[in-house]
């Protein structure tokens, strides 16, 4: 009796439920584009909830989930692979996205503007009816495996012209939006994720939405939800809900001065 095949993405499975709170239908809207295996992109600021999202979908769904976080300095073999030298001699490996391509799973590309345009093209066959990866360099064509997706995200309120998703990928693919959640819902997250009472989390959120205002006057971006998980943990553990936000917030958005006294004016304004 042969032994079994090992499963080349059961590192990627995710076992045990993330824990997500939907903020409307994105939850039956992603799982309407997974039937097609319907490439998306993700829209939303920095740490509403995005990555988050595609781990609970990832589970729920029961895929394994290849996540890679973009950055400049990534290559197109970085991506799809490389010969590589081992005991036996050059051997090629697959590369993240070649293994979701095979085997069939959700192959996540985090802020993929991040990465140079000639890199991201590689996805491209991926995205419309032919499903395929061609590898040049092996001069192998991989069919995708009927499960694999490929979700890609980022954040529209940080790109130029220069960082933009071309016209030619962008149309590629369909979109959810993502923001940060209403007050009571962001509330009950961060209650949950840090481990304080909700009417602190409450309390929390409240800076936050100060902060958002201040987006284009001053600040890029507002307090992400992720920020206040911070804060919540620190404040659980003791440390002082004053210096917790300064640490979390003020410090990790702003080297202004004047900008910095605003900030933790929000935060005397809900803790004295």
């Known amino acids: 009796m042969n032994a079994a095949v090992p499963d080349p993405l059961a590192g990627y499975r995710i076992e045990t439920e993330p824990f997500y709170q939907p903020a409307g239908n994105e ?5 309407s584009a997974y039937v097609h295996r319907m490439p998306l992109i993700l829209k939303g600021p920095t740490g509403c909830g995005k990555t988050r999202f595609v781990e609970y979908m990832a589970w729920k769904l029961g895929r394994p989930l290849v996540t890679l976080a973009c950055n400049e300095d ?3 073999s970085d991506l799809i692979g490389r010969y590589l030298l081992d005991a036996q001699g050059t051997a090629w490996h697959d ?13 996540y590309l985090d802020e993929v503007v991040e990465a140079r345009q000639d890199t991201t093209v590689v996805i491209h066959p991926l995205t419309d009816a032919r499903r395929m990866l061609p590898l040049d360099k092996k001069g192998e064509l991989v069919r995708a495996h009927p499960d694999f997706q490929l979700v890609v995200s980022y954040n529209p309120g940080y790109q130029s012209s220069a960082k933009d998703m071309k016209p030619s990928t962008r149309q590629r693919f369909a979109a959810l939006a993502f923001d940060y959640p209403e007050a009571g819902i962001e509330a009950s997250i961060v209650a949950h ?8 989390a409450a309390q929390l959120v409240s800076i936050a939405h100060c902060s958002r205002a201040l987006k284009q006057r001053g600040l890029d971006e507002g307090v992400s939800t992720r920020m206040l998980i911070y804060a919540g943990v620190l404040i659980r553990d003791g440390v002082s809900p004053q210096d917790s936000c300064e640490m979390t917030m003020t410090r990790g958005l702003t080297d202004d001065p004047d900008m910095a006294r605003a900030l933790q004016g929000f935060v005397e304004a809900q803790f004295g």
């Open 193 to 200: 994720e840090s481990g304080i009472a909700l009417a602190l």
């Open 27 to 31: 939850v039956a809207l992603y799982e």
């Open 95 to 107: 590369g993240p996205l070649t293994l979701a391509v095979r085997h069939g799973g959700i192959c």
């Open 74 to 76: 990534m290559t197109a």
